[in-house]
């Protein structure tokens, strides 16, 4: 998949539902990217105080918050995020509520890989391929 500039990225997926989050990760991985998560806003909040990542991957509907909150108050520490909304939520006014908390771009579940990537690119500005994955022996 045609991703980013950079050779590898290192994502911060925060989802609460276990089989959302590990597709999502085995597929950013199976890209050559590193993925780290969150179950839940406070989980990433505190992960976030130590973590360096190039994207955040946020779904809005949290068990304990909302994207929307969650990313404002990660621009507080890291004011350059770049971050992708994504959710069940697809009305214009969850796009505009999206838009407006700072997220680059907003991906209606369910979503496949092309609309991660057309995200991924939108955040980024970039088009340059990933880094293959070695091959085994």
Same mark, same amino acid.
């Given at each position: ?7 590898? =990225?290192? *994502?911060? /997926? ?7 989050? +590990?597709?999502?990760?085995?597929? !950013?991985?199976? $890209? ?18 130590? =973590?360096? *990542?190039? /994207? ?7 068990? +304990?918050?909302?994207?929307?909150? !969650?990313?404002? $108050? ?64």
């Amino acid at each position: 998949m045609n991703m980013t500039s950079k050779s590898s =990225l290192t *994502f911060f /997926v925060v989802e609460n539902h276990q089989d959302t989050l +590990d597709a999502l990760t085995m597929f !950013l991985q199976a $890209q050559g990217h590193t993925v780290e998560s969150a179950l839940d806003m406070q989980s990433a909040l505190a992960k976030a105080d130590t =973590l360096k *990542f190039d /994207v955040l991957i946020s779904d809005i509907g949290l068990p +304990d918050g909302d994207g929307w909150e !969650l990313l404002k $108050q990660l621009r507080g520490q890291m004011p350059g995020i770049k971050a992708i909304a994504m959710s069940g939520y697809g009305m214009r006014s969850d796009l505009d509520r999206s838009k407006a908390a700072g997220y680059g771009a907003h991906i209606i579940k369910p979503f496949g890989p092309a609309d991660l990537e057309t995200a991924v690119k939108k955040v980024l500005g970039t088009t340059v391929e990933a880094k293959p994955k070695a091959a085994r022996s």
